[in-house]
């Protein structure tokens, strides 16, 4: 039976079983960082899919409220203003979000940048520190 390197598919030195290229290739490391970013672009994707149910929800409440609003001719003070403050917050995670799944599996600042009108460099500037926030439930 011939052994190969599960990251580069080398074949590997005979004697101790090894699933990964002996130093110095850096098989081993490159796995680990595989299964790392597989792991965090999971849970930002879980964030987005999360955010999204909430929007879809507030907007069906706020589609109530206003045919409500609108059907009895009267809303109450700020009404509008408390709905709409809502979907500021969750579209800017959203944006996070997106941008953070986007950077897991290594999508440049410029491809990030773009579809926002940003540079890379402006990119990279509102959103190189970016981190998870939301809290998707890990399911252990
Ligand atoms: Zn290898």
Do not use: K
Not at 59 to 87: K, P
């Amino acid at each position: 039976m011939e052994d190969t390197c599960a990251w580069c598919g080398a074949g590997l030195p005979g004697g101790r079983r090894r699933r990964y290229c002996p130093r110095p290739r850096p098989c081993r490391q490159e796995a680990y960082r595989e299964r790392r970013r597989a792991a965090a672009a999971l849970r930002a994707r879980i964030a987005l899919l999360q955010i999204s149910r909430e929007i879809r929800a507030r907007c069906e409440a706020l589609e109530l409220l206003v045919a409500d609003a609108v059907g009895n001719e009267r809303a109450h003070a700020g009404m509008h203003s408390t709905a709409a403050a809502d979907f500021q917050h969750l579209t800017s995670e959203l944006v996070r979000c997106a941008v953070i799944a986007d950077r897991e599996v290594s999508a440049t600042w410029e491809q990030i940048g773009r579809p926002h009108g940003l540079s890379a460099d402006a990119a990279r500037a509102r959103y190189g520190r970016a981190r998870l926030l939301w809290p998707p439930p890990m399911p252990e």
